[in-house]
């Protein structure tokens, strides 16, 4: 299990997460997945870090599983005893379930297919660059994306082009993915990277308990609530952030016109 398929660096408030495989278009590995699931604990468990950002190094983001590795029977012994003690680390790993109570920012470069767009559902923020290729591929090679896009792909772009997306397995390009509201903003080649870490920035600038709030009802709260229901728990969720001291110390420095020293408290 090669632990550097992953590497995670602390940047201040920000946990940076880059898959790190470059040679194989950064297909999934037990290495990777086993860092990527740590890298998601240590930032939700962490207090000090508020923000964390996924990339891929090189000129591409993730193109999902390892299909060599996968046609030839391999197996990562090391891997398949950590998934002894957490079964569903790879699930984990690719947001599936259990994501962090913290903002997650990906920063995409190239290819971002199959499992590349699956991780890509479980972020919350995307920058894409200009060349960035998306695409849900599993059914092209006779597989099924068991990530969440089956459920997660038609509720957030329009149902019909999530079901072409799906069953063709056709690749995306930047541009429609802007268009569909797969991701948020494009960029040129090769600044998703420094444009996630600018957004990090202003997010870490907030309060942080409004941000934990947020992701509250973010992570929580879905269209399968009722909007009554929805809003009695945005009341329950976001009316204690008012009674706290970060409360009074932005509209103080709003006053003061200098910038807010928040201490989530």
Not at 134 to 161: D, K, M, N
Request: proline share 5%; aromatic share 6%; with cysteine.
């Amino acid at each position: 299990m090669n632990t550097e398929h992953c590497l995670v660096e602390r940047e201040g408030h920000v946990l940076v997460i880059t898959l790190n495989r470059p040679e194989a278009k950064n297909a999934l590995s037990g290495g990777m997945m086993a860092g990527m699931y740590r890298a998601w604990r240590m930032l939700d468990e962490d207090p000090e870090l508020r923000v964390g950002i996924l990339t891929g190094r090189g000129d591409v983001f993730c193109a999902g599983a390892d299909l060599k590795a996968m046609g030839g029977g391999e197996k990562d012994e090391a891997f398949q005893e950590l998934m002894a003690q957490v079964p569903d680390l790879h699930w984990q790993a690719l947001l599936r379930h259990n994501r962090p109570l913290k903002p997650i920012i990906a920063a995409v470069e190239g290819f971002a297919v199959a499992g590349g767009t699956e991780i890509l559902q479980g972020t919350d923020i995307r920058v894409a660059a200009e060349d960035a290729i998306f695409g849900v591929t599993e059914a092209r090679r006779g597989l099924f994306p068991l990530g969440g896009s089956s459920v997660r792909l038609r509720r957030q772009i329009p149902y019909t082009l999530a079901a072409e997306i799906l069953l063709t397995g056709r690749h995306v390009s930047a541009r429609e993915a802007l268009d569909f509201g797969l991701v948020g903003r494009v960029v040129p080649k090769g600044e998703t990277l420094a444009e996630a870490r600018k957004i990090a920035a202003t997010i870490c600038e907030n309060g942080p308990l409004s941000i934990r709030a947020l992701m509250r009802m973010l992570r929580e709260i879905d269209e399968s609530y009722s909007e009554a229901d929805a809003l009695a728990k945005e009341i329950e969720i976001g009316g204690p952030v008012f009674a706290s001291k970060d409360a009074r110390e932005g509209p103080r420095a709003f006053k003061e016109k200098r910038k807010p020293v928040y201490t989530g408290e």
